[in-house]
Structure formats: C-alpha cells, structure tokens
C-alpha cells in the first residue's frame, strides 16, 4: 500500500492505494469518475483513455502509482463550468453519440486534438484516435463532428477504412 497524490481535472485527490492497482480502477472506483469506461482491461478498445499530464493513455495499461504527482484530465475536464464544449455540440448535432458508451473516450480525444490542431487532416484525426473502438459504427459522424468545428468542409470518408489502412 503507498499514498499518492494526483490532480483530476484541476481537483487534488490523495489516496492509499495497493501497488497493482490500475489507475482505470483509481478513477472509477475511488474517484468516481464514471466517464471512464472499460471494456476490454488490455488496451484493445482505448475506452478508458483518459489525458496523462500531456498524453493520452489507455488507463487500463497504467498503474495508479504512476500518476502520483501528476495531472489526470478526463471528459470532465473540457467543460468545466459544465457547458458543453463545441466538439460536445458538434458529436450531438452529427448524431456521434448513438449509445454513448465510447463516447467520452472519442471527446476526449478529439478535443485534444483540436487544441493541438485546430485544422487537422485525416490522418492527423485517424493517429489521434487509433485505437478508440466504436461498436455502433459512428465513425462518420465522428469525422464529421471534427470537421464542422475545425471548419473543414472535406467529403466524410469511413474513418473505420482509414484506421484498418493506417
Ligand atoms: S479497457 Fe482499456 S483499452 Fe479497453
Ligand atoms: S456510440 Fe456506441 S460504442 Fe460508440
């Protein structure tokens, strides 16, 4: 057992936590941080991808005590005062969401990639997200999400094509 100390989106969590434990079930089970889903437990499905100081990371993969120190930045984090964020806005009007059970993970990344990138290409979107799984198929609508709030106008491609080629 060992105490660590990690900043969840801006808020300092302290905790004893056992040393094999994963930082997936820190958020979910400690934390409560219920937007960060799991599906697979070996970083198959990028669910449980949550922001690791600058990375994205599968927290499936990460042991709790490695955060210790650092900053953790989940859905939560991109609209704090709880309004939605324009990619939010964008994932609702393009119908991204179908039953939502990928959706934090694909927010979260996409969101991080339009700050990196305010104009991302294809493939800048399909290296950002590789490794999110959709099993309701919305990678459409994703792709189309992205390109209204970049302002790109590029013909919707199946991004599932992209991400088998890439
Ligand atoms: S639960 Fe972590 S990648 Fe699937
Ligand atoms: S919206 Fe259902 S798994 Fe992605």
Redesign the pocket.
């Known amino acids: 057992m060992r105490e660590i100390t990690v900043r969840v989106n801006g808020r300092l969590s302290r905790r004893t936590i056992k040393d094999n434990e994963l930082l ?1 079930d820190f958020l979910r089970d400690r934390l409560e941080v219920r937007s960060v ?12 991808t949550v922001k690791l100081d600058s990375h994205l990371v ?4 990460v042991l709790a005590v490695e955060a210790d120190g650092k900053e953790v930045k989940t859905v939560e984090g991109i609209s704090p005062e709880g309004e939605l964020s324009p990619i939010q806005k964008a994932f609702v009007s393009h119908g991204a969401a179908q039953c939502g059970f990928c959706t934090p993970a694909w927010v979260l990344a996409t969101h991080e990639l339009l700050q990196e990138k305010p104009h991302p290409t294809q493939a800048d979107l399909v290296e950002a997200t590789s ?1 999110l799984v959709c099993r309701c198929g919305t990678y459409n609508q994703i792709r189309e999400a992205v390109a209204e709030v970049s302002g790109t106008t590029a013909r919707p491609r199946h991004m599932k094509e992209s991400l088998a080629r890439a």
């Open positions: 997936l889903k799991a599906a697979c437990w070996r970083g198959e499905c990028g669910l449980c599968k927290s499936c993969l490794g």
